[in-house]
């Protein structure tokens, strides 16, 4: 079945720098594929998405790549800041089921 | 996100139980779906629906089963619990709409331990 794999499990960055993470998955017919945040405690949120007719999207400090050829996507956070401290999960799903796949997610931690 | 409730928050119970854990929403969807999140596993999905009359089991069924009440409603039963659906649940709904796939808005969670 369909598999997305996410990498890293655990990212560490000073407040200020960049932040990415990579997800790749296994079935070429998917076409669309959000990015969740989840802050300690709380519930998933979205928090962009890019579908398939695209390579990037940016919302301000935030942009997601998308590279088809590779079966990869990644999200990249500029200028990271305290806020940005939660875990991160990609998914990705196809037309003809319309389930989203999950990546294991990534903690990201903002360090002063 | 108010929207979307679930109850309870947090339940203990123990091996052989019967529990259902419960999940409203006042957004119109159509479409809602049962997760459960494990540490270093991600979201797995356990059932969705895209209306009352249409249910599927997602990719770790087994153990579960779930119900439509209404479009608003949709219930998730473990028969017989164990130990190792200790986990968190979320209930998730979405909107259909002419795009593919569209956002999932989350619930609170569930917190369920079974000793």
């Known amino acids: 079945g369909e598999n997305v794999e996410q990498h890293p499990s655990t990212l560490s960055v000073q407040e200020g720098d960049s932040a990415v993470i990579k997800c790749t998955y296994s079935d070429s017919a998917s076409n669309y594929f959000p990015w969740y945040k989840q802050e300690l405690g709380k519930r998933p949120q979205l928090i962009i998405d890019i579908r398939s007719n695209v390579g990037e999207k940016k919302d301000q400090r935030i942009a997601v790549t998308l590279n088809k050829t590779a079966k990869h996507f990644s999200l990249h956070i500029t200028e990271t800041q305290p806020e940005d401290s939660a875990v991160y999960f990609c998914?990705?799903?196809?037309?003809?089921?319309?389930?989203?796949?999950w990546g294991a997610g990534t903690k990201l931690i903002i360090k002063p | 996100d108010a929207d979307v409730t679930q109850t309870p928050r947090n339940r203990i119970t123990k091996t052989g139980k019967r529990i259902m854990l419960e999940c409203s929403q006042t957004k119109g969807h159509d479409r809602m779906y049962w997760y459960r999140q494990d540490p270093g596993l991600g979201l797995r999905l356990i059932y969705y629906?895209?209306?009352?009359?249409?249910?599927n089991k997602g990719e770790i069924s087994d153990g579960y089963s779930v119900s439509r009440q209404a479009q608003a409603k949709f219930s998730l039963s473990l028969e017989s619990a164990i130990p190792n659906q200790t986990a968190l649940y979320f209930c998730?709904?979405?909107?259909?709409?002419?795009?593919?796939?569209?956002?999932?808005?989350f619930g609170p969670g569930t917190r369920l331990t079974v000793l």
């Open positions: 629906s895209f209306d009352v009359k249409d249910i």
């Open positions: 998914a990705a799903s196809k037309n003809s089921n319309y389930q989203l796949i």
């Open positions: 998730a709904t979405s909107e259909t709409t002419t795009a593919t796939t569209d956002t999932q808005y």
